[in-house]
């Protein structure tokens, strides 16, 4: 075991592989915890942020026992670049809070507003004037993970229509509709876990 500590496949591939996945788990740790931080999330990201420092704190032990070796700083700096990918990656599938959607339509929205209510989504309308004239605004706050699905709505009844997503921190009293089917992943929602920040 100490040879092959003090191989060269130890220190220019196996070596090099663990400092690249550690940098994997710790950046897109630290990128979803951004993301909690945010959002409000003020149990779950502390939490990630003591694993994170964790994994990085071995990491850069590594790195600067090796401080010559070419190949552990491209491990080093790759596995941070692959790190940002995942954690993004990880936080779409997450699908965590709430979103804010506003559509604004030239067109008749009585079609499109009648399809978001009918499923179950709280909406308020306003009529306001446009660059080209009279048009209609629809606000709508949905989950995250249904946004994919109101999208698909808006897209069915109005393709043409502009409509934009924000992100909202908090929000309180909405109309929201009630999925089955999703009792897995509401089990794993770390919201039943972790309280929000009110």
């Known amino acids: 075991m100490v040879a092959f500590l003090s191989s060269d496949a130890w220190s220019y591939l196996v070596l090099p592989l663990l400092i690249f996945f550690a940098r994997i788990c710790d950046v ?15 149990y779950l990201a502390p939490v990630l942020g003591f694993f994170e420092i964790s994994i990085w704190l071995l990491a850069i032990s590594q790195v600067m026992r090796d ?22 990656t990880l936080e779409e599938k997450l699908s ?35 660059a080209q004239g009279p048009v209609t605004i629809i606000f709508t706050v949905v989950k995250r993970q249904d946004l994919p699905h109101v999208v698909g709505i808006i897209k069915e009844f109005n393709p043409h229509a502009f409509y934009s997503v924000e992100d909202v921190r908090h929000a309180s009293e909405g109309v929201f509709p009630s999925r089955q089917g999703g009792v897995l992943r509401s089990y794993l929602d770390p919201r039943r876990f972790f309280s929000k920040k009110k």
């Open 28 to 42: 897109s740790m630290g990128t979803i915890r951004v993301i909690f931080v945010s959002r409000g999330y003020r």
């Open 67 to 88: 401080i010559n070796d070419v190949s552990i700083y491209i491990a080093y700096a790759a596995g941070f670049a692959a790190g940002t990918y995942v954690g993004i």
């Open 96 to 130: 965590l809070g709430t979103v804010l959607v506003r559509v604004v339509t030239g067109r008749d929205s009585t079609d499109l507003a009648g399809a978001l209510a009918a499923d179950g989504y709280g909406i308020t309308t306003h009529a306001a004037d446009g």
